[in-house]
């Protein structure tokens, strides 16, 4: 009797560790389908990520769990780590989609991951590895070929799906062994280690972390996790945000997200300056912080009268106090 062809749904980040798992997994006859998760602070269409794909002949599916994602930032039942990163939860969660939806979809056996045991010591420790498989609701049909021989057996090797000897023992954070594994498979112009997650990043979480406190990270708010991204960030008052960009680059990505602002302040051809946006209940106090905020990053440094557009309409504002000012915007400033 022909022996059947078993299919692995692998976890994708993009990255050298879970190329070089599928790579372990694929060698030993087994399908491989790559899923990319796609959510507001990772994932998505990436080239780099299609390219590694390419190179050991993997297929890249790309899916959407950000609304289920965002739940999981917004209250993570095991935690942060060092930003606003739940990397144990999402892992789990991640595992958790695998099982439940792509299994079936794509006729899978068992699920695959790049985890390196002891790679970040907070969410791949040997307890939150467990804690990961648990959370999947699978834990047998889970196996992570960077770290196999070091971890307890899984179904897929007990059955003699995959050999568990052609797996590898790699562990810690050096990245040694995987370069040299990706030099002996001829995988070449790997990205660097450094995550793709923007949850990751202490800049972004520092203004994240306010949206958390003031209770709106939610999917209905999406809009807000991009606009984290650019120019300045003024915290007016629970829910009041001010946006301003810092070069013409985030002028023009503030636009696309004019629709979910309250306030928009626009340059003229007299004096370019800054595009500014306005979000929540902004009252007549903080658009006279948001007109200032326009004159002092504009060229003329609010030391002149300024014009200006605001919601459509001519405005201007006198020369500033500029330390007053400064003073103001060190207060709101996150």
């Known amino acids: 009797?022909?022996?059947?062809?078993?299919?692995?749904?692998?976890?994708?980040?993009?990255?050298?560790d879970s190329t070089l798992a599928m790579k372990l997994i694929k060698d030993q006859g087994v399908d491989v389908v790559a899923v990319n998760f796609v959510s507001h602070f990772f994932g998505g269409k990436n080239p780099n990520a299609e390219k590694m794909c390419e190179q050991i002949g993997v297929k890249l599916e790309y899916v959407d769990?950000?609304?289920?994602?965002?739940?999981?930032?917004n209250d993570p039942q095991y935690g942060y780590g060092k930003n606003m990163n739940p990397c144990v939860d999402c892992h789990g969660l991640m595992m958790r989609y695998a099982n439940e939806e792509l299994m079936a979809?794509?006729?899978?056996?068992?699920?695959?991951?790049?985890?390196?045991?002891?790679?970040?010591?907070?969410?791949?420790?040997?307890?939150?590895?467990e804690i990961v498989k648990k959370l999947s609701g699978v834990e047998d049909l889970i196996v992570r070929p960077m770290s196999a021989k070091l971890l307890p057996e899984s179904k897929p090797e007990r059955e003699g799906w995959i050999d568990r000897e052609k797996l590898a023992d790699?562990?810690?954070?050096?990245?040694?062994?995987q370069i040299e594994m990706a030099e002996?498979?001829?995988?070449?112009?790997?990205?660097?280690?450094?995550?793709?997650?923007?949850?990751?990043?202490?800049?972004?979480?520092?203004?994240?972390?306010?949206?958390?406190?003031?209770?709106?990270?939610?999917?209905?708010?999406?809009?807000?996790?991009?606009?984290?991204?650019?120019?300045?960030?003024?915290?007016?008052?629970?829910?009041k945000y001010i946006f301003v960009s810092r070069n013409g680059d985030e002028s023009s990505k503030l636009e696309e997200h004019i629709k979910v602002s309250s306030l928009l302040i626009e340059d003229?051809?007299?004096v370019h300056g800054p595009l500014v946006l306005g979000f929540g209940e902004i009252n007549a106090e903080d658009t006279e912080f948001a007109k200032q905020l326009f004159s002092r990053y504009c060229k003329l440094k609010g030391k002149?009268?300024?014009?200006?557009?605001?919601?459509?309409?001519?405005?201007?504002?006198p020369a500033l106090d500029i330390e007053a000012v400064e003073a103001k915007m060190k207060e709101h400033l996150v």
């Not at 769990?65 to 930032?73: A, D, G, L, R, S």
């Not at 979809?105 to 390196?116: K, L, P, W």
């Not at 002149?304 to 504002?317: F, L």
């Open 170 to 177: 790699v562990s810690g954070r050096s990245r040694k062994p």
């Open 268 to 270: 003229t051809k007299e």
């Open 184 to 239: 002996k498979f001829g995988i070449e112009d790997f990205p660097s280690p450094a995550g793709g997650c923007l949850l990751t990043d202490p800049g972004y979480s520092r203004k994240l972390r306010v949206l958390l406190n003031d209770g709106l990270i939610k999917e209905e708010n999406s809009e807000l996790f991009y606009l984290l991204k650019l120019g300045r960030f003024f915290r007016m008052d629970k829910g």
């Open 105 to 129: 979809r794509f006729d899978a056996d068992f699920i695959i991951s790049g985890e390196v045991l002891g790679q970040r010591p907070k969410s791949q420790n040997g307890r939150a590895l």
């Open 65 to 73: 769990i950000k609304p289920i994602h965002t739940e999981i930032v």
């Open 304 to 317: 002149e009268r300024v014009p200006m557009v605001v919601d459509g309409e001519p405005a201007e504002i």
């Open 1 to 16: 009797m022909e022996k059947k062809q078993r299919r692995a749904v692998a976890l994708f980040s993009g990255g050298l």
